[in-house]
């Protein structure tokens, strides 16, 4: 597509339960990642995924947080057994092989509210 | 330790004003360096990016920044702000060596601007 697309654009889950966040980066784009934006906490880095490699998972902030990519193309973002501090904006980003000099191009986000 | 700062959290100016702004980094050697704009439940928008050479950069919407090595800063600037400019600016950078890829956002500043 022409840009990067995240699904859904809200989600509303009840404390506890599991959810995914879905990443449909740019045709071509080899990396992607994903961001956390909350108040007070300003935008944080997850996740990243390079290609094959294997991604760079130094931001995720707990064993409650996992990520996949599939076919070196779409992403799910997966929380389980959600709480209210997980509540914020999931942001998604990707960029082409030659990395940083084309820039990073962002999703939409993911609204994720937990009560 | 390594980190990127934007010193105003909000700032206000009147339509047709001059507006500045700051964004100073701590690394080892010059990052890549780049403005965003994120207006309200949007996505990010690249505005600007500075890998090397000219130390003023042109971007879209009749933005600038320029990049001071002696101070490590990289300043975004627009000489007369229009209402529709009124969103959120973050300051990000990429370590221009090494294996992470990953954006390193500021604080943000909140623009509002004043009829």
């Known amino acids: 597509g022409a840009g990067v697309s995240q699904s859904p654009s809200n989600k509303v889950t009840e404390k506890g339960k599991d959810v995914e966040l879905r990443c449909d980066p740019i045709s071509g784009h080899t990396a992607l990642y994903w961001y956390r934006q909350s108040l007070g906490q300003g935008l944080e880095f997850l996740i990243y995924f390079q290609g094959n490699s294997a991604p760079d998972k130094s931001g995720l902030p707990s064993d409650r947080f996992s990520a996949e990519r599939t076919g070196g193309s779409v992403s799910t973002l997966t929380i389980q057994r959600t709480q209210q501090e997980d509540s914020a904006v999931y942001l998604c980003?990707?960029?082409?092989?030659?990395?940083?000099?084309?820039?990073?191009?962002f999703g939409s986000g993911t609204r994720l509210t937990v009560v | 330790a390594q980190s990127v700062t934007q010193p105003d959290i909000h700032i206000t100016v009147s339509e047709g004003a001059s507006l500045e702004l700051r964004c100073n980094y701590s690394y080892g050697a010059t990052p890549y360096l780049f403005w965003y704009v994120q207006s309200p439940g949007q996505g990010l928008q690249l505005l600007l990016k500075y890998f090397s050479g000219d130390t003023l950069v042109q971007g879209i919407k009749g933005f600038e920044a320029e990049f001071k090595r002696s101070q490590s800063s990289f300043n975004l600037r627009k000489p007369s702000v229009h209402w529709s400019d009124a969103a959120e600016y973050f300051c990000a950078v990429v370590p221009s060596s090494g294996s992470a890829r990953q954006l390193t956002f500021g604080s943000g500043t909140q623009l509002t601007v004043l009829p």
């Open positions: 980003a990707s960029s082409p092989p030659s990395g940083a000099g084309d820039g990073y191009t």
